[in-house]
């Protein structure tokens, strides 16, 4: 079974600043897909960012990127430029070829002004 | 277009009552999973259907769990003689039918069994 270890229950970051969410996991598969999802205090689980295994290069979208190491299974999101709207819980998630799903525990995230 | 609904977004029971929990997934999703997501933790995986069938039913605790989806669309979670450790916020995703797409959750249904 797969494994996703989120080892920063809560974390702190000035607004405007950058912040750096960590995440591993394990698998013995080759083909799979990681997530960095956010969940604020509404509840709704929103993606924020998607990455493919096979792909090298690590996926952006705008302020948020990822630190993709396949072979130390680990898959950090860095924030940039933080605003208060960043202020959630981040879960970090695994999709192996079965189409299962697998959640690390979170980072609750808040943002200062 | 809309996105997936659950209801009822809060849910009161008895121990011992039986509940049933409703999600309506974005149209033409062919994938569809219910988690639990208890207070301070990730969601945790129950099922997941692939049109009709129950692709994978490894995540449920126990018999007293059940869920359908008999037309391929929206599903229904069912929990028999609730127990006090079935409170959590109940969710639901779907997701296109290829491989390594994201699921689109919805907002929840809180369950607090008294």
């Known amino acids: 079974a797969q494994t996703v270890t989120q080892s920063q229950p809560e974390m702190s970051v000035q607004e405007a600043e950058t912040v750096t969410l960590s995440c591993t996991y394990d698998?013995?598969?080759?083909?799979?897909?990681l997530f960095w999802y956010k969940q604020p205090p509404s509840r709704q689980m929103i993606l924020v960012i998607r990455?493919?295994?096979?792909?090298?290069q690590n996926a952006t979208e705008n302020r948020f990127s990822v630190n993709f190491q396949k072979a130390a299974k680990s898959f950090s999101l860095k924030i940039s430029d933080s605003q208060l709207g960043d202020t959630a819980m981040y879960f970090c998630?695994?999709?192996?070829?079965?189409?299962?799903?697998?959640f690390g525990t979170g980072t609750s995230l808040t943002v200062i002004p | 277009g809309a996105g997936v609904s659950q209801t009822p977004s809060n849910k009161v029971t008895e121990k011992g009552k039986y509940v049933e929990l409703r999600c309506d997934p974005i149209?033409?999703?062919?994938?569809l999973y219910w988690y639990r997501q208890s207070l301070g933790q990730g969601p945790e995986f129950l099922i997941y259907?692939?049109?009709?069938?129950?692709?994978?039913d490894s995540g449920l605790p126990n018999d007293r769990f059940f869920a359908v989806r008999p037309e391929g669309s929206v599903s229904t979670l069912k929990i028999q003689r609730t127990e006090r450790g079935d409170s959590a916020v109940y969710l639901c995703?779907?997701?296109?039918?290829?491989?390594?797409?994201?699921?689109?959750f919805g907002p929840g249904t809180r369950l607090t069994v008294l």
């Open positions: 698998t013995s598969e080759n083909n799979y897909y």
């Open positions: 149209s033409g999703h062919t994938a």
């Open positions: 259907f692939q049109g009709t069938g129950a692709a994978d």
């Open positions: 998630a695994f999709m192996n070829a079965g189409n299962q799903f697998y």
């Open positions: 995703a779907s997701s296109p039918e290829f491989a390594g797409h994201e699921q689109f």
């Open positions: 990455q493919e295994a096979y792909k090298q």
